[in-house]
């Protein structure tokens, strides 16, 4: 896998933007971050897809991503790789609430067969289809803009801890 490459980088500048992409399009699973209006920031794990150069998030009308959104368009996800030892990279975006009923239907079948593990049958695109106008599902279109990463460190004995090192990242434009 592409990031089991992890430790050639020295850099997140050295990664291609093609790379990045097909980090984010390989995993399913991501922490939103996103400003509130009290308290500090907000983070909700979730699935995603990704289509285009889009990515697409899953959720209700009335929750807080999606009023969120419709305050503040900036916002972040940390694509998660679900297997140890972890990795991810953070994406900056700006987003947009759709709010095309057959939009959130479409796009929230397509999530619950992320969720399972592979496509959902046809045979259930009524009942989710029904779940989702009933949940009032919305799609939130992230457009990345920039990404942040730190290479991961890990330890997992102590002959791990030669040559162990530890540097700084910074922001990259998405395209860059």
């Known amino acids: 896998m ?3 490459a992890w430790s050639r980088w020295r850099r997140l500048e050295d990664m291609t933007p093609e790379e990045r992409r097909r980090f984010v399009r390989g995993h399913r699973t991501a922490i939103f971050g996103y400003s509130r209006k009290n308290d500090g920031p907000a983070m909700s794990a979730l699935y995603y897809v990704m289509e285009g150069d889009e990515i697409l998030v899953s959720t209700m009308r009335a929750r807080a991503k999606a009023a969120a959104v419709r305050r503040d368009p900036k916002v972040s996800l940390c694509v998660l790789d679900e297997k140890w030892p972890p990795t991810y990279l953070n994406v900056y975006c700006d987003a947009v609430v759709d709010e095309d009923p057959q939009a959130g239907a479409d796009l929230f079948f397509k999530i619950m067969g ?23 599902r919305v799609v939130l279109r992230l457009r990345p803009y920039a990404t942040f990463a730190t290479p991961p460190r890990h330890v997992t004995t102590e002959a791990d801890l030669a040559g162990l090192t530890h540097w700084t990242s910074a922001s990259v434009p998405w395209d860059a």
């Not at 992320?114 to 009032?136: F, I, W």
């Open 2 to 4: 592409l990031w089991d």
């Open 114 to 136: 992320v969720m399972a593990g592979r496509p959902l049958s046809e045979d259930s695109r009524a009942e989710v289809e029904e779940m989702a106008r009933r949940e009032e």
